[in-house]
C-alpha cells in the first residue's frame, strides 16, 4: 500500500511537471513569455499553455497508471 501511493505521488509529479514544462515550451515557440511585466494577452495566454499542459499531462498519468493497473489485475 505504502509503495503504491509513493508511485501514484511520483507519477503525478512526473507528469505534472513534464506537462507544464511541454506548455511552457510550446508558449515560447508561439511568442508568450509568462515571466513578462504586466498581465498582457501573452502573459495570460503563456500561464494557460503551462496550466493546459500540466493538467493534460497529469490526466494521461492517471490514464496510464489506471489501465496499468487493470492490466495487472487480470493476470
Known sequence: ??????????????????GSLL????????????????????VIGGIVLVGLGGGMALQGVRHWRQTRNTGDQEQ
Do not use: H, P, V
Open 1 to 18: 500500500m505504502k509503495n503504491s501511493l509513493w508511485f501514484e505521488g511520483l507519477t503525478d509529479a512526473l507528469g505534472f511537471m513534464g
Open 23 to 42: 506548455g511552457f515550451g510550446l508558449g515560447r515557440l508561439l511568442g508568450l513569455d509568462i515571466f513578462d511585466q504586466g498581465y498582457s494577452n501573452s
